[in-house]
């Protein structure tokens, strides 16, 4: 069964490892800029790094806890300021912002569990933790 918590972990990362590309590209600055995010040269590339920086401690197991505050630390503005469905006037694109938002909240809620327990076995955290109790 620990593997089931690894390909978790695996499964949890990949968008966040992932999200890292296009966080430096000018078509996502200039999205982020139309929905009013502040300083978009700047916030954008940074989320990114924090994304990506908090995914790849969740698939090592590597200070994990940090790494699902990490992803919080992303999700949150992320989720409040790119999926503003309420705001939405077009019923198709406050349909997408709508699954887009509730998509974002059960990520975050994942992270906050990966927060508080950690990455569990298989983990490099697992493993420094037993390796000092000997």
Known sequence: MKFVLLLGRILFSIIFLLAIIGHFTKPYIQFAASFGVPAPEVLVPLSGIIAFLGGLSILLGYHAHIGGWLIV???????????????????????????????????????????????????????????SHK
Not at 107 to 130: E, K, M
């Open 73 to 131: 630390i992303f999700l949150i503005p992320v989720t409040l300021m790119m999926h503003r469905f309420w705001d939405a006037t077009d019923p198709a694109f406050a349909e997408l912002q709508t699954i887009s938002f509730m998509k974002n909240t059960a990520l975050l809620g994942a992270a906050l569990i990966i927060a508080y327990f950690g990455a569990g076995p298989l983990s490099i955290d697992h493993y420094h933790s037993h390796k």
